[in-house]
């Protein structure tokens, strides 16, 4: 019975993005995206490492969708495996920030006094470094690559989570079915996973789609600066920091991936302002 | 200004918080680093040596009270690649970042607020929708995107801008705007949702019952309450500009902070990136202060706080 309910309420809210145009749009692009990358393979015959000397730096064309970059290596092939890992980035480090944001706001709302002060500490210190460079500190001492940057990513972004979450769980605890879930007896972990959690989790949709974009803009803009993802792993960033030096003779190689970080982020920003509309209609766009 | 004495007290906890954090992350690193900056051919003596001034001989806590001594006092300690102490080295960059700065918050601001207030005020016409969406392209896309695209058209192709900094105003532009693109997009989003609240207020009747036409009211009276959340936003996106910064002064060739940091890490320059990143991390304490005191200055139901 209780089951039920709860995928009705997941049903309503897969029902209302298929009714706003603001949320149905974004959400096809992403998927057409995804789907490109997932099969991507299907649609080319090229590798996405393999080299081929004679044929570098060829404009688009000639079977090469967006030509070839410095080392004869087919672009569009390239862009494809990048948004690979633009989407993992996307996706890995969001979902393990939004995890343990909630696990902090939650604990730091719940178990006030000490707690409380040492976390909120802990995300104002996070908060008050920028991204990169935190980011920078976490590279320098693991070296760059995948695993890395998705731990620079988590550390960045689980602090202004953490915050949000708090202001949220405190305002449900001053809710009514909260005080007569205590009154009845319930302990303090069945009040967080019955009552408390299953709330916030409008907030942590909002949260994880809004914290989206800057993960996958970080992750491009290490890797563009060539500290974040290495060769002979494919990143979007990387793709437009190498084909830098070619910008003015070939402006394509460096704007291909760029563009399609653009769309990825466009998308979720989209998808990311109607979802918020739809489940927290209260809260303002920042 | 009981508030304010407990921001500053509060602030300073945080940045010793920092340092902490940062010294421990820098050193969680494997292996000994003074055997790492020289290579293997050197002899055991000579890493003994390096060892002793860089002082990693110590115990961490004693490194940590003394370096925290040290930073107190201005000293960052000294580089390892570039043999100067770290303090002069921000001391030189830091001019080129705050200009830079400086310039793309105001063509954040100047773009953000106009376009937030034309979109807020031709709400659903078509200068809103044009508006709205420069601005959700504003924050989406990347910095080295936008700086890209002007190198290619105003230097490239329209030749008017100069393609890398070479000390000239007119070269500071291009990536003034590459860095303050991103904020100008939000500061127009947060500015339009703000001001369309603020429209719906009583006083907003009030002003056009007295006579005042729409305009005025809008510009005089809604945009003076809208402001406030966001001034909080500047000081937020501070550190996204520092962030931004390590780009855009990377590819305009700017000797600035976010430059000095990619050196340092590209260096493997540790007392470097150590002191440049906890050096931005005071500039952003600094900058929500000053957001702090700007915001009870404007606004009155603060000041007994």
């Not at chain 1, 979450?165 to 009514?176: C, D, G, K, N, P």
Request: with cysteine; aromatic share 8%.
């Amino acid at each position: 019975m209780k089951k039920e309910k709860r995928q009705n309420a997941a049903a309503d809210i897969l029902r209302a993005c298929l009714k706003n145009k603001a949320a149905l749009i974004p959400g096809i692009i992403i998927l057409i995206v995804i789907a490109l990358s997932v099969f991507g393979p299907l649609l080319t015959h090229y590798d996405e490492t393999s080299q081929d000397l004679l044929n570098r730096l060829m404009p688009p064309g000639n079977g090469h969708i967006f030509g070839t970059d410095e080392l004869g290596r087919d672009v569009f092939t390239r862009v494809l495996y990048g948004t690979r890992v633009s989407l993992l980035v996307a996706l890995l480090p969001t979902a393990l920030a939004v995890a343990a944001g909630c696990a902090a706001g939650v604990c730091a709302a719940e178990f006030k006094g000490a707690t409380d002060f040492i976390i909120m500490r802990l995300a104002d210190i996070m908060l008050s470094i920028p991204g990169m460079l935190l980011a920078m500190v976490v590279l320098y001492t693991l070296g760059g690559s995948l695993t890395s940057v998705v731990i620079s990513l988590v550390l960045i972004e689980w602090g202004g989570i953490a915050v949000v979450v708090r202001t949220a769980t405190l305002e449900i605890r001053e809710s009514e079915f909260v005080e007569a879930a205590v009154s009845t007896g319930a302990g303090r972990f069945r009040v967080m996973m019955r009552h408390i959690l299953p709330n916030l989790v409008p907030t942590l949709i909002v949260l994880f789609t809004l914290n989206i974009p800057s993960s996958i803009l970080s992750e491009s803009g290490l890797s563009f600066l060539g500290i974040g993802i290495q060769p002979p792993d494919v990143s979007l960033g990387l793709m437009a920091g190498s084909s830098r030096q070619y910008l003015f003779q070939m402006p394509h190689l460096a704007l291909a991936p760029a563009g399609m970080i653009m769309v990825l982020v466009l998308s979720f920003n989209f998808l990311g302002d109607a979802l918020r509309d739809i489940l927290d209609p209260g809260r303002r766009t920042l | 200004m009981k508030g304010l004495a407990g921001r500053i007290i509060g602030v300073i906890v945080v940045l010793i918080g920092v340092v902490a954090l940062i010294f421990v992350m820098l050193r969680i690193i494997p292996g000994d680093p003074a055997s790492v900056l020289l290579n293997e051919h050197v002899s055991q003596a000579n890493i003994d040596r390096l060892t002793r001034t860089m002082g990693l001989d110590r115990s961490l806590p004693e490194q940590f009270f003394g370096y925290l001594a040290g930073v107190l006092h201005g000293d960052f300690g000294r580089s390892y690649y570039i043999q100067q102490p770290v303090s002069n080295l921000i001391m030189e960059a830091l001019p080129f970042t705050i200009k830079l700065t400086l310039l793309s918050i105001a063509f954040a601001w100047t773009f953000g607020i106009i376009s937030g207030v034309a979109s807020a005020m031709y709400n659903e016409h078509i200068i809103d929708y044009l508006f709205r969406g420069a601005a959700l392209l504003g924050i989406s896309v990347p910095v080295f995107m936008v700086a890209l695209l002007l190198q290619y058209i105003f230097y490239f192709r329209l030749s008017i801008f100069p393609l890398t900094y070479d000390g000239s105003f007119a070269s500071l532009i291009l990536p003034a705007i590459a860095l303050g693109w991103n904020s100008a997009g939000s500061i127009a989003r947060l500015m339009r949702s703000e001001l369309m609240e603020e429209l719906d207020a009583p006083y907003m009747d009030t002003a056009k019952a007295k006579g005042l036409s729409y305009r005025k009211a809008v510009l005089v009276h809604a945009l003076r309450n809208a402001a406030l959340p966001v001034i909080s936003l500047m000081a937020l996106q501070l550190s996204g500009m520092l962030s931004g910064a390590v780009i855009t002064e990377s590819i305009f060739s700017i000797p600035g902070l976010g430059k000095l940091a990619l050196t340092a890490l590209q260096t493997r320059d540790m007392p470097l990136l150590q002191g440049t990143v906890l050096f931005t991390a005071f500039l952003i304490a600094l900058g929500n202060i000053c957001a702090d005191l700007i915001n009870t200055l404007l606004n009155p139901r603060l000041r007994t706080g």
